[in-house]
């Protein structure tokens, strides 16, 4: 199992910017998919931004333009650099890991760490 640790996570005001850090254990990094996934209260966990193993990149229509995600395979840790934050961006951001072993799917999903935007 791949441990997954976040950071960065804080209060920011709206027009900030924050940048967020999970650290991967193990050796699977390299070829996993990296993805920030984001919840409120009483809302699903939605999809913020994915980045594969050869960095193609994917994000959801509401961060386009504001949020970047990046990697660094030598250092297992991905990023998710925020900018032009807004109020509706406050929730818990998660990392997840996704890789395939022996035909299956192994998923793995960091603590989360609480983005706070004020208005």
């Known amino acids: 199992q791949v441990q997954l640790v976040e950071s960065g996570g804080g209060l920011v005001q709206a027009g900030g910017s924050l940048r967020l850090s999970c650290v991967a254990s193990g050796s699977f990094f390299r070829i996993s998919t990296m993805s920030w996934y984001r919840q409120t209260l009483g809302k699903q966990r939605e999809l913020v931004a994915e980045i594969t193993s050869v960095d193609r990149t994917n994000y959801a229509d509401f961060v386009k333009g504001r949020f970047t995600i990046s990697r660094d395979n030598a250092e297992n840790t991905v990023y998710l650099q925020m900018n032009s934050l807004k109020p509706e961006d406050t929730a818990v951001y998660y990392c997840?890991?996704?890789?395939?072993?022996?035909?299956?799917?192994?998923?793995?999903w960091g603590q989360g760490t609480q983005v706070t935007v004020s208005s």
């Open positions: 997840n890991s996704n890789r395939w072993y022996v035909g299956r799917l192994i998923s793995d």
